[in-house]
């Protein structure tokens, strides 16, 4: 099988790297992950972290491309990307 498209949202999401990887796979993703190392290391800069995200993002519906905010812009409508 060969693949002829991908579906991306948003305009130059991925050319951002961390945040955008955030926004794409989720706020809540990101903020689990973060939680994650809060819990294991008991390191105040995790719990910062953590704490920034939930207040700023997920307390506020911010959860990435599945509300079309996040850290970054988005375009709630897919976009077929050809690719070769």
Do not use: H
């Not at 800069?45 to 970054?72: A, H, P, S």
């Amino acid at each position: 099988m060969k693949i002829k498209s991908v579906t991306v949202f948003g305009s130059g999401v991925l050319g951002a790297q961390p945040m955008a990887m955030a926004d794409l796979v989720g706020m809540t993703t990101a903020y689990n992950v973060t939680n994650s190392y809060a819990e294991l290391t008991d390191e105040d800069i995790w719990k910062e972290r953590r704490d920034f995200l939930k207040q700023n993002f997920i307390d506020q519906n911010k959860l990435g491309i599945t509300t079309g905010e996040g850290f970054i812009p988005t375009q709630t409508q897919p976009i077929k990307m050809p690719i070769s």
